[in-house]
């Protein structure tokens, strides 16, 4: 069984541009959920899809967003790029059983803004 | 004061000692607890999940929840320099969300 796929695994951009990340959950699962890894504050949580709709949403500026799409694929977005967005974006897929259920991570696109 | 406290490390040990990873939490809603190994560069790996108080063994692995103290405690036995890693845990309060919250994170090494 294929495990979660993120691509790209590496990007680098300036400052002020745009970037799309894009997320390919387990076959089956239907929610995703977004993370931003940094050495200062750890992980910290983006959002969350499920059946195509945001669930939650974390302490972020409105530059990031995101969207899921009918097979369940989710992609995230940062506008306006800066130095500070710098960070390893993680993705995690779960099949949201009755009682709760893992969440499995993906390898990770780690952007670099310059 | 961060919602989950874990102690950063590192923390060195030799091949073959049991070693225990701890974190504390301040918030009592807080049911599910997990625990995930991360290697340089990779991404998260789930090791233990958890629901409410107790424990949880898989292979040499075991988990502890003690929601009285909001407390919990992964223990790894017989360990192996491949197990050094960083271990991070999380929790989060609802079932079927996946807004977790996450220690900082603890960088084991294993010395052989």
């Known amino acids: 069984k294929a495990g979660v796929t993120q691509t790209p695994r590496y990007l680098i951009k300036t400052r002020g541009q745009q970037v799309t990340l894009s997320c390919s959950p387990i076959?089956?699962?239907?929610?995703v959920s977004w993370y931003q890894q940094t050495p200062g504050q750890g992980l910290q949580f983006l959002f969350e899809y499920f059946s195509e709709t945001q669930r939650n949403k974390g302490n972020f500026p409105g530059r990031f967003s995101g969207r899921q799409f009918s097979n369940s694929r989710s992609e995230m977005n940062v506008s306006t790029l800066e130095l500070g967005d710098s960070a390893l974006y993680l993705c995690a897929s779960s099949s949201v059983l009755p009682g709760g259920s893992e969440a499995f991570f993906g390898q990770g696109t780690r952007l670099t803004v310059v | 004061q961060k919602e989950v406290e874990q102690d950063p490390g590192p923390l060195s040990v030799p091949e073959g000692a049991i070693v225990s990873l701890n974190c504390t939490y301040s918030?009592?809603?807080?049911?599910?607890f997990m625990w995930y190994r991360q290697y340089s560069r990779k991404g998260p790996e789930l090791l233990m999940y958890t629901y409410s108080s107790g424990n949880k063994e898989d292979g040499r692995f075991t988990a502890q929840v003690d929601k009285s103290s909001k407390y919990i405690s992964l223990f790894i036995r017989d360990s192996q320099p491949s197990d050094s890693a960083t271990y991070l845990c999380a929790m989060s309060g609802t079932s079927g969300t996946y807004k977790y919250i996450f220690g900082t994170g603890t960088r084991l090494k294993v010395l052989a």
């Open positions: 076959s089956g699962h239907r929610s």
């Open positions: 918030n009592s809603a807080f049911q599910y």
